[in-house]
Antibody, heavy 118, light 112 residues
Framework: EVQLLESGGALVRPGGSLRLSCSAS????????MSWVRQAPGKGLEWVSS????????FYGDSVKGRFTISRDNSKNTLSLQLNSLRAEDTALYYC???????????WGQGTMVTVSS | DVVMTQSPPSLPVTLGQPASISCRST???????????LNWFHQRPGQSPRRLIY???KRDSGVPDRFSGSGSGTEFTLKISRVEAEDVGIYYC?????????FGGGTKVEIK
């Protein structure tokens, strides 16, 4: 079964840091570009970041550029997102999704919740 | 950035009747390889989104054929030929042709 399983979400104070992880199974992870998409409570979908299948190319939305870092470990079928300098507006459900540009996001995880609040 | 504009934002529908959602982009979504990277997603309440359509009109595996996508360039449409109860939720268009990747604001489909 194709599956993406996120973890790492938590309540964190403004200015704090967090690391999200996504474990992939059921497909050849190393052949897929991967991404993170987030959804603030009651709001729409926002693309956050993407990484190429080999990990050499990364892309970020303007709202997270310089604060978030996407990475992957193909030997462990794992995608990560390091979140630094967190702000209240980063509060959202973060989804791990397959692919990036092009035929985007055919596989979705269940999401992991990040809450930034004092 | 490419702005994706969906209409209407809310769509009350009658079971068994057709429904149509429009999506417009501020730039052409035709990529250098000739493909048009316009995707449609459906999110049921409390669930993760699911991709329905990619490259304007190609249905994902398991998507009922009552769903169809059409359009070109900057104007696109998602149609449901006969709405069923399970079709409620929010529909999003999304472009994969230009960075940053962008979504439309969503169309909430509900049963009258």
């Amino acid at each position: 079964e194709v599956q993406l399983l996120e973890s790492g979400g938590a309540l964190v104070r403004p200015g704090g840091s967090l690391r999200l992880s996504c474990s992939a199974s059921g497909f050849i992870f190393s052949l897929y570009d991967m991404s993170w998409v987030r959804q603030a409570p009651g709001k729409g979908l926002e693309w956050v970041s993407s990484i190429s299948y080999h990990g050499e190319d990364t892309f970020y939305g303007d709202s997270v550029k310089g604060r978030f870092t996407i990475s992957r470990d193909n030997s462990k079928n794992t995608l990560s997102l390091q979140l630094n300098s967190l702000r209240a507006e980063d509060t959202a459900l973060y989804y791990c999704v397959s692919r990036g540009g092009g035929d985007s996001f055919d596989i979705w995880g269940q999401g992991t919740m990040v809450t930034v609040s004092s | 950035d490419v702005v994706m504009t969906q209409s209407p934002p809310s769509l009350p529908v009658t079971l068994g009747q057709p429904a149509s959602i429009s999506c417009r982009s501020t730039q052409s979504l035709v990529y250098i390889n000739g493909n048009t990277y316009l995707n449609w997603f459906h999110q049921r309440p409390g669930q993760s989104p699911r991709r329905l359509i990619y490259q304007v009109s190609k249905r994902d595996s398991g998507v009922p054929d009552r769903f169809s996508g059409s359009g070109s360039g900057t104007e696109f449409t998602l149609k449901i030929s006969r709405v069923e109860a399970e079709d409620v939720g929010i529909y999003y268009c999304m472009q994969g042709a230009h960075w940053p990747l962008t979504f439309g604001g969503g169309t909430k489909v509900e049963i009258k």
